[in-house]
């Protein structure tokens, strides 16, 4: 056999390992979410019992395996030498695509990668036989997918999302009903029944069910399960509701953090037994296929026509592997810093209150908000108002919150646990591979709305950031699809060479998405960590201002040059790049700025007044020059002549007097010592004035022509930009002196 299987297989399984690491990050927040949102134990000991149910679902997911092997592709129609081309593109692909969702915390289905870049390669291996006009080779491309399958698959992931939300729904809110808000008088009663109920309902599916996957456990003992099922569940809900009782009145232990702990393991484990097949199915099956190779080479066979058949036979995994993957499973979520940027995504869309939200608002959110309004109110109107009036109440909030600083109670945690469990482990149990991912979050946002989490205030935010994570979901499918078919090209193509390129591609992309997350982290933990009492951090808030100003000026005497020479690109990115910094100090004051004062204490309410003043007036600086950079985009770019020199020359003299005084706002800010600033600032006084008589002589003066006014009125348009622009970098400049100096 050729030396270089051996390499591709090698490099198939560590790029195994990477996967894990990766794929864990993402799907971390499918079973810590609702224990740390909860705040059910400490991270540390959510993470060891989650990694408990990793090692024992590991084990459980041999029957999953066939999915890589012959779930996607039709493995006759390929020769050995495509198959381990194909998934060596597959491995690349998911490794980086993973690792870009982690790095922006976004949430997405790992099994939706796997199944579209099976799908991706495979077509891209097909069309390459198809076009190579080789003798006795299938022209059609349907004859080399699995299509019937494939559907089968993809349409059960995508219908997981409604089922799932669905479920969430339904459950949350007889729970609620049952419970309310103040559940600790009721919970007394029906704690053990609940806690006993959710717990046999976890065993039946992830032990009893799970148990047929595993490469443990003999024929016999599943036909002797199967044959006594239900006196099993009898004797596993009389345990575990006898096990609660005791604890809760005897032991005198918060039964809820019990079953939240027990619902973590067990959705780890379905999350492992379901979802391993996406990170080392691949590797099993390019080891099958090394081992078929291998026997047949024995016998004198050629590789390069070796049909790949013998993957479609049933396979049982060596526990081994399963065993060793488990472990870097855990070595992964006990480690990986891109695991907590997930699992905040999906606590902060499901928190139970205000806060800072993370998402903006977009036309769709805003629509599904009115609707909901308008069904709500049509639905009170029918209500009998007794009822209403009841439901009301066992859905009215507690007005400190839940414990703790939790974003949300533990019935809920337990209910999203509960129900993501079940739906994953059933699905395991008909090997079905069903999307944690999808599961878990849908149930998480559906449980959340029936909670009332998503007040009228929140709605539209929590709601856009579900769009956006179920949008980053279909885009993963688009995105894996062709990745893997562009990657397996260039790997068919391209041979050793192509082998080598994507592997540095992907080593490259691997370093600059790590790089990038570590910026963001950094940049969130600073943000998070907002004190205006803490001298450093107002020098710091006072710094970011003045380079925002000192960028201002640039931008302006770069556009004013743009527009003089008439460079139309440059216009454009200008415009481009101004808009974004007003965007980002208009989401800094909505998402960051206004929620952290409001937390201020009474005697610090002034001085975080004036930092939002700050930040107003800043808004407002770049609000003027967006307007300046937008009209001078679009006088270019209406190919107008540009202005004239003088005019040119009047507003870049009064940008530079304004850019002047940076330097010395800055030597004020660092000794502290603001005895200039009334001088600077009357001299800006001047400058105004001056603006003021220019646009007086631009307005008495009459243009001779079409294009003249034209140009005339940009003048005047800049010139009223300008002036407005510098009135607020006149009164950020005092505001920013009340602000260091305490006034």
Not at 11 to 31: E, P, R, Y
Not at 296 to 323: E, F, H, K
Not at 439 to 450: C, D, I, N
Request: proline share 2%; hydrophobic share 50%.
């Amino acid at each position: 056999m050729d030396p270089i299987y051996y390499f591709i297989i090698g490099l198939i399984l560590v790029l195994s390992c990477f996967d894990l690491v990766v794929g864990v990050s993402n799907d971390a927040a499918n079973f810590l979410n609702s224990a740390v949102g909860s705040k059910a134990a400490p991270r540390r000991t959510i993470v060891l019992v989650a990694a408990l149910g990793i090692i024992i679902g590991s084990l459980f997911s041999s029957g999953m395996m066939e999915i890589a092997r012959s779930g996607v592709f039709m493995p006759a129609r390929f020769s050995f030498h495509d198959i381990m081309l194909i998934f060596l593109a597959v491995m690349l692909t998911d490794v980086i695509l993973l690792d870009v969702f982690n790095t922006f915390g976004l949430p997405t289905s790992t099994t939706v990668s796997i199944v579209f870049e099976l799908l991706g390669g495979a077509v891209a291996a097909a069309l390459f036989k198809i076009w190579s006009g080789e003798p006795g080779v299938a022209q059609e491309l349907s004859s080399y997918i699995n299509s019937s399958k494939a559907l089968a698959i993809i349409s059960g992931i995508f219908s997981s999302v409604f089922i799932a939300f669905i479920c969430g729904i339904t459950v949350m809110w007889i729970s609620r009903l049952i419970f309310s808000f103040n559940y600790q008088k009721s919970f007394k009663y029906l704690g053990a029944v609940w806690c006993g109920v959710a717990l046999t309902a976890i065993t039946y599916f992830a032990i009893f069910k799970g148990l047929k996957g595993s490469t443990l456990v003999t024929k016999d003992m599943i036909r002797h399960l199967d044959a006594h099922i239900w006196l099993y569940v009898c004797c596993s809900l009389a345990f575990w509701t006898v096990l609660m009782a005791v604890l809760q009145n005897l032991c005198k232990v918060n039964i809820l953090k019990v079953s939240v702990l027990a619902g973590t393991m067990a959705l780890a484990l379905s999350f492992a037994g379901n979802d391993l097949v996406n990170f080392i199915g691949v590797f099993m099956a390019g080891q099958s296929s090394m081992e078929i190779a291998a026997a047949a080479a024995a016998q004198g066979a050629d590789l390069t026509t070796l049909s790949m058949g013998g993957l479609m036979a049933p396979v049982t995994a060596d526990w081994r592997y399963l065993l060793g993957a488990g472990v870097i499973m855990v070595l992964a979520l006990m480690f990986s810093k891109k695991a907590q940027t997930v699992t905040d995504t999906e606590v902060n869309l499901a928190r139970q209150g205000g806060g800072v939200e993370r998402f903006g608002s977009v036309p769709p959110a805003r629509m599904a908000v009115r609707y909901a309004l308008n069904a709500s109110r049509a639905v009170e109107k029918i209500m009998p108002s007794c009822v209403g009036r009841f439901i009301e109440k066992r859905f009215r909030p507690v007005p400190e919150g839940p414990d703790n600083g939790a974003s949300f109670d533990l019935i809920r945690a337990s209910v999203n646990l509960t129900v993501a469990a079940l739906l994953i482990s059933l699905a395991t149990s008909l090997r079905l591979p069903l999307s944690t991912t999808y599961v878990t979050f849908m149930v998480a946002m559906g449980s959340s709305l029936a909670d009332k989490a998503w007040g009228r205030d929140s709605a539209v935010y929590r709601i856009t950031g579900v769009i956006t994570v179920i949008s980053g979901w279909f885009f993963t499918a688009f995105a894996a699809f062709s990745m893997c078919f562009i990657v397996a090209a260039c790997i068919l193509y391209g041979g050793l060479f192509g082998i080598i390129a994507m592997c540095s591609l992907a080593a490259f992309l691997l370093l600059k998405s790590s790089r990038l997350h570590r910026k963001r982290t950094q940049a969130a933990a600073q943000a998070q960590a907002a004190n205006y009492r803490d001298p450093a951090a107002a020098a710091r808030y006072n710094e970011e201002i003045i380079e925002l100003m000192k960028r201002m000026a640039e931008i302006y005497e770069m556009n004013l040059e743009a527009l003089n020479v008439e460079d139309r690109k440059r216009l454009k990115k200008l415009r481009k790049e101004a808009r974004g910094i007003r965007r980002s100090l208009s989401d800094k004051m909505a998402m960051e700025v206004m929620p952290v004062v409001r937390e201020l204490p009474d005697k610090e309410a002034d001085r975080g007044k004036r930092y939002v003043q700050m930040v107003e007036y800043a808004t407002s600086v770049f609000e003027s020059l967006s307007n300046i950079t937008t009209a001078s985009h679009a006088y270019i770019d209406n190919n107008h002549e540009g202005l004239d020199l003088e005019r040119i020359e009047l507003l870049r003299g009064m940008n530079s007097r304004v850019s002047s005084l940076y330097p010395r706002f800055r030597e004020m800010m660092e000794s502290n010592d603001y005895t200039g600033l009334d001088e600077c600032l009357a001299g800006m006084d001047a400058l105004d004035e001056e603006f003021a008589e220019a646009v007086k002589q631009q307005i008495i003066l009459r243009p001779e022509d079409a294009s003249d006014m034209r140009r005339a009125l940009l003048y005047l348009n800049l010139l009223n930009e300008t002036r407005a622009m510098i009135r607020k970098v006149l009164l950020l400049a005092k505001i920013q002196r009340k602000f260091v100096l305490g006034w």
